[in-house]
């Protein structure tokens, strides 16, 4: 069998190494959710991230960062901090296996709202796969037992919100660069969240601060890595290691805080990702989303 050494380097190497850096950051995250509040978990990583970026944006000079939507970098970088807070405050709340999974269930939004957004059918195969995908996520949350929480709520929003955002940068994508696109997320996500920190600042401990240094890295980098991925191959054959991220969380939280799914949230599970795999690969999401990222 020949080995496609372009997609190896440029497709297979920086989509996996992206979601090793997610799994390291959701865990870091984990370990400091006891100590600081979701807004300042938000606020430093988004900080973090800005300081790695900056260096790179400064030689392109003030006219790379020109463009004509700002407005709607205001909108995707509001949208993206909602998802990033959703997402932390579902890992302070619950299983951190649940809660990655839970946010990786963006691609059955973003088929959801192809019929509303971008105008595009939904089929009966399609509508099928999306029932099993959100069973998959009535056996996550739970409801009607005392095992149903708010945080497993939340943690599916921050899937919603990761829909949204990603549908919106597809339709900057013709326009927008990746650095550009990266840019405003890092300033606009700092922005929002450090006004938040006039009310939420905590002096954290030198602990904590390395610790969400190290997430913000990984974080940074992690994305950085993933547009690249995406930039350069077909979503179909990026988007999938979303789960590699999951299965990583899921070995990082039976390690560090012996949590292991039950057999709900493992049939759940199960639903969620071949449903989310399914939709990938045979073309169940919309135009928007099989496009590449960025060009």
Known sequence: MQVNKRYILHGFLPAFFSACFFAVMVACIKIVSSELSVIQLVFLRSFVGLIIIFPIIIPRGIQFLKTSVIHMHLIRGLISISAMTCLYFAIANIGLSEATLLNAASPLFIALLAFPILNERINLKIFFILLIGFFGVVLILKPGTSMFSIGAIIGLCSGFFIACAKILIRYMANTEPVM?????????????????????WETPSTHDLLIMIFAGICATGGQMLLTYAFTNNQASTVSPFTYVTVMMATIFAWIGWGELPDLSSGIGAFCIVSSCLFLI????????WKRKELN
């Open 180 to 200: 550009r696109t990266v840019f405003y997320f890092s300033v606009f996500s700092t922005a929002y969240s450090g006004i938040a920190m006039i009310w939420f």
């Open 281 to 288: 690969f045979q073309g169940g999401l919309p135009t928007a």
